[in-house]
């Protein structure tokens, strides 16, 4: 497993753990964090991973809501 994916899917799991009645509250808010901390550090790949992953795991939230 590549460094890249090693992150990815740590990543993946630090994100499902999050509440899943606070779903909004918890992943919009580290969405904001991640896009702060983007801002400071343009380009880094480390937060183009977390921005997919933050998306795939709304839409998968909004899936299993549906």
Same mark, same amino acid.
Do not use: W
């Given at each position: 497993?590549? &460094?890249? $994916?090693?992150?990815?899917?740590?990543? =993946?799991?630090? &994100?499902?753990? =999050?509440?899943?009645?606070? &779903? #909004?509250?918890?992943?919009?808010? *580290? &969405? #904001?964090?991640?896009?702060?901390?983007?801002?400071?550090?343009?380009?880094?790949?480390? $937060? $183009?991973? =977390?921005? *997919? *992953?933050?998306?795939?795991?709304?839409?998968?939230?909004?899936? *299993?809501?549906?």
């Amino acid at each position: 497993m590549s &460094l890249e $994916e090693s992150f990815r899917e740590n990543y =993946k799991i630090q &994100l499902r753990m =999050k509440k899943q009645n606070a &779903l #909004v509250d918890e992943l919009n808010q *580290e &969405l #904001v964090s991640v896009r702060q901390q983007s801002m400071k550090t343009p380009g880094r790949r480390g $937060e $183009e991973i =977390k921005f *997919e *992953e933050i998306f795939k795991e709304m839409g998968r939230r909004r899936e *299993e809501h549906s």
